[in-house]
C-alpha cells in the first residue's frame, strides 16, 4: 500500500492523533468516530477537508476497513475497541495504559496472536529527546552498572465528571450549577499507579528491563474533588536485572504538571526535570567531579515540530507507526512489550490495596525476555548533547 487508510477513535485525545496523521504524507484519515455530537463538530471541516468522514459508532468505522485505526477511547474500553480493530484486520495503535486489568491484557495478547495483527502502544514519552541520550549513556557504561531509578509524574486532573455535551468538570462546578446530568469519567476512579506507564515505560527502555515485583503503598484521600481515588501512590518496583524503581503518581495534589526522572549507577547518574528543561549528568570520569554537568536536552530534538503534541513526541509516536505498518517493521512497543509498561501498575494498586505486600508480576511473554527493540526504532545520538553555558 501506498498510504496508510487510518480511522480514529475518540475525538478527544485524539484531536492530536488526527493532526498529526493529517500532517504525515504517507497516512490517510478516512474517519473518525465519536458519540458525543459536539465532540464530532469540533473537527468535521478538518476531517472532511481532507477527504474522511465523521462518524457517531465504532462499528461504521470498521465497516470502512481502514488499514490502522487508532484507539484513544478511555483506558476502561482500550483492550474491547483494540481487539475489535485486530478482529476486523486491522493494524492497531492504542492510546495509554493500553488496558486496566490482568485478563484485558491477557485478552489483547491472545487477539494479537490468534489474528497476526500489528500492535503498538502510543507511549509518547518513550520519544523523549533526553532518553535517547540517556539511552547512550547507559549503553556505553558512563555509568556503571544501574542500580536505582526513580520517575514521578504529578498532573492535578480534578475535572473527574462529564456532561452530556463532552465537557468535563470538577465536583464543584456541577455542584454550582445544580447539575445532575454528570457522571464519572474513567479516570475518576482509576488508582492513580495504574498511570504510570509515562514513567515505567521510558525507564524500562533507558535500563532494557522488566519488572518481576511491586511493593506500593497509598496516600489519604482528601482531595475533595476526587473523592474516589487516593492523592497519590508511591510503589517500588524490582527489576529482572536486579535493579530497583521508584514511582510516584498523583493526580490530585495542586502543582503545576511536571514529570521527574533519575538513574543512579555505580559510576554516575543523571536525572531531568520537566520544570527545568536541560538535564544534569555525572559520572566518576569527569575532570571536575564537584557537581553535575548540565546539558542542553529536553523533550524535543533540534528538528522536531513542537507544535504536535508532548515536545513533538506525539508526531514521532504516529510516524513510528506508521513507518512500521507501511514497511512491515516489527512494532516498537509490541503488545508484550506494552504489558510491562501496564501490568506493573495494575499489580501495584492491588499491593496498595493489601497494605504495600509484595507483588510478583509474570512473564506473559511466550518466550524469555531477551531485550528491548525500541531503540531499533528510534535511533541513539552519535554525540553528546551541548553544555548548558
Known amino acids: 500500500m501506498e498510504k496508510l487508510r487510518v480511522g480514529i477513535l475518540g475525538a478527544r485525545r485524539g484531536v492530536c492523533h488526527l493532526n498529526n496523521f493529517l500532517a504525515l504524507p504517507q497516512a490517510q484519515v478516512i ?12 473537527v468535521r471541516e478538518r476531517v472532511e477537508a481532507a477527504g474522511g468522514v465523521m462518524l457517531a459508532e465504532y462499528d461504521d468505522l470498521l465497516a470502512l476497513r481502514p488499514d490502522a485505526v487508532m484507539v484513544a477511547s478511555n483506558a476502561k474500553l482500550q483492550v474491547q475497541h483494540a481487539c475489535m480493530a485486530l478482529e476486523a484486520g486491522c493494524a492497531v495503535l492504542s492510546e495509554i495504559p493500553g488496558g486496566y486489568t490482568l485478563d484485558e491484557l491477557l485478552r489483547l495478547r491472545a487477539t494479537v496472536e490468534h489474528t497476526g495483527g500489528f500492535y503498538m502502544l502510543a507511549e509518547n514519552t518513550c520519544f523523549w529527546d533526553f532518553f535517547r541520550y540517556w539511552r ?13 531509578a526513580e520517575g514521578e509524574y504529578v498532573h492535578y486532573l480534578p475535572h473527574t465528571l462529564e456532561v452530556p455535551s463532552g465537557e468535563y468538570l470538577t465536583p464543584s462546578q456541577v455542584r454550582a450549577a ?5 457522571r464519572p469519567v474513567w ?7 495504574q498511570y504510570s506507564t509515562h514513567d515505567l515505560g521510558p525507564l524500562l527502555e533507558v535500563l532494557d528491563d522488566r519488572c518481576v515485583s511491586v511493593t506500593c503503598r497509598s496516600g489519604p484521600w482528601r482531595c475533595a474533588e476526587t473523592p474516589l481515588r487516593s492523592d497519590g501512590q508511591f510503589a517500588l518496583f524490582e527489576t529482572a536485572g536486579g535493579a530497583l524503581i ?5 493526580l490530585s495534589c495542586p502543582r503545576p504538571d511536571e514529570h521527574r526522572y533519575r538513574l543512579f549507577g555505580t559510576s ?24 553535575w554537568r548540565k546539558h542542553a536536552i529536553g523533550l524535543a530534538g533540534a528538528l522536531d ?9 506525539d508526531l514521532k509516536v504516529v510516524r513510528a507507526f506508521t513507518d512500521a505498518v507501511l514497511g512491515g517493521q516489527p512494532s516498537p512497543i509490541d503488545v508484550y512489550r506494552a504489558i510491562e509498561y501496564a501490568l506493573p501498575g495494575i499489580l501495584a494498586a492491588e499491593s496498595a490495596d493489601l497494605g504495600g505486600v509484595p507483588v510478583p508480576i509474570p512473564n506473559l511473554r511466550r518466550e524469555r525476555f ?17 553544555l548548558v553555558t
Not at 31 to 42: I, K, L, M, Q, T
Not at 270 to 287: A, H, I, K, V
Open 178 to 182: 445544580g447539575r445532575s446530568d454528570a
Open 370 to 386: 531477551s531485550g528491548t527493540r525500541f531503540w531499533d526504532c528510534l535511533g541513539l545520538p552519535q554525540q553528546d548533547p551541548p
Open 268 to 291: 554516575g547518574g543523571c536525572e531531568w526535570f520537566l520544570y527545568e528543561n536541560f538535564g544534569r549528568y555525572y559520572d566518576t570520569l569527569m575532570e571536575h567531579r564537584e557537581g
Open 246 to 250: 521508584r514511582i510516584l503518581v498523583t
Open 187 to 193: 479516570r475518576a476512579d482509576q488508582p492513580p499507579i
Open 305 to 313: 515540530d513542537t507544535s504536535t503534541g508532548h515536545g513533538g513526541a
Open 136 to 148: 547512550k549513556w547507559v549503553v556505553e557504561g558512563r555509568f556503571g552498572a544501574l542500580s536505582l
Open 31 to 42: 474517519a473518525v468516530a465519536d458519540r458525543v455530537p459536539e465532540r464530532r463538530e469540533r
